[in-house]
């Protein structure tokens, strides 16, 4: 479930203006909002309402929060390549 609404609230700007600041129309938002919106979609709300995207997004209750790590590996010029997360273990 998106917390879009909660967020917006919190931050004490409509829905309204938020669309507007997308260049977008409410109608359009509300329905983008209201079903499956893309991760580039969510990054420009965050970035409206100068949040995370992690704010907007309810986690499942059945996720259980650990401590990850990027995991990179070096490449044949040196360069890093993330290749992925380690879990480190349970947040208590």
């Known amino acids: 479930m998106l917390l879009v609404k909660e967020v917006a609230k919190q ?9 507007e600041q997308m260049n977008v129309s409410y109608v359009g938002f509300l329905k983008t ?6 991760i580039e979609t969510l990054r420009k709300i965050a970035a409206v309402l100068d949040c995370d995207v992690r704010d907007l997004i309810e986690p499942t ?14 490449n044949e010029g040196g360069g890093l390549i993330n290749v992925g997360t380690l879990d480190i273990g349970k947040i208590q």
């Open 61 to 74: 209750k059945d996720q259980e929060q650990t401590m990850q790590t990027p995991l990179y590996i070096k």
């Open 11 to 19: 931050k004490n700007i409509t829905l309204k203006e938020v669309s």
């Open 33 to 38: 909002i209201g079903g499956n919106p893309t």
